[in-house]
């Protein structure tokens, strides 16, 4: 199992990125993904989570967030428009070890991690 997370960047405030996620050893219809983010000194924090028919949102990014998937890609992507300094973070992508709902914010529920990529926003 292995997930190759891509896409952060440097953005200027209102800015979009798209991150993507590409897994690899496992079918992406069999599991949730989740997407968490990391600031300097602060806790990793849900952002976002897919699974079959399912989408959840933190709070702080929903109306700017989108999360989706590309089966036959094995891809996850997220779409963040009008990104705020606030979203200034190291983003990792991660595999549930089941299918969740109200947990999927809790680290502890995943299995496997991608390696992360930076997300710097900034003027």
């Known amino acids: 199992v292995q997930l190759q997370a891509s896409g952060g960047g440097l953005v200027q405030p209102g800015g979009s990125l798209r991150l993507s996620c590409a897994a690899s050893?496992?079918?992406?219809?069999?599991?949730?993904i989740g997407w968490f983010r990391q600031a300097p000194g602060k806790e990793r924090e849900g952002v976002s989570y897919?699974?079959?028919?399912?989408?959840f949102y933190a709070d702080s990014v929903k109306g700017r967030f989108t999360i989706s998937r590309d089966n036959a890609k094995n891809t996850v992507y997220l779409q963040m428009n009008s990104l705020k300094p606030e979203d200034t973070a190291v983003y990792y992508c991660?595999?549930?070890?089941?299918?969740?709902?109200?947990?999927?914010?809790?680290?502890?529920?995943?299995?496997?991690w991608g390696q992360g990529t930076q997300v710097t926003v900034s003027s």
């Open positions: 991660a595999r549930a070890a089941r299918l969740l709902s109200s947990l999927w914010r809790a680290p502890p529920n995943y299995a496997y």
């Open positions: 897919i699974n079959v028919g399912r989408k």
């Open positions: 050893g496992f079918a992406l219809d069999d599991y949730g």
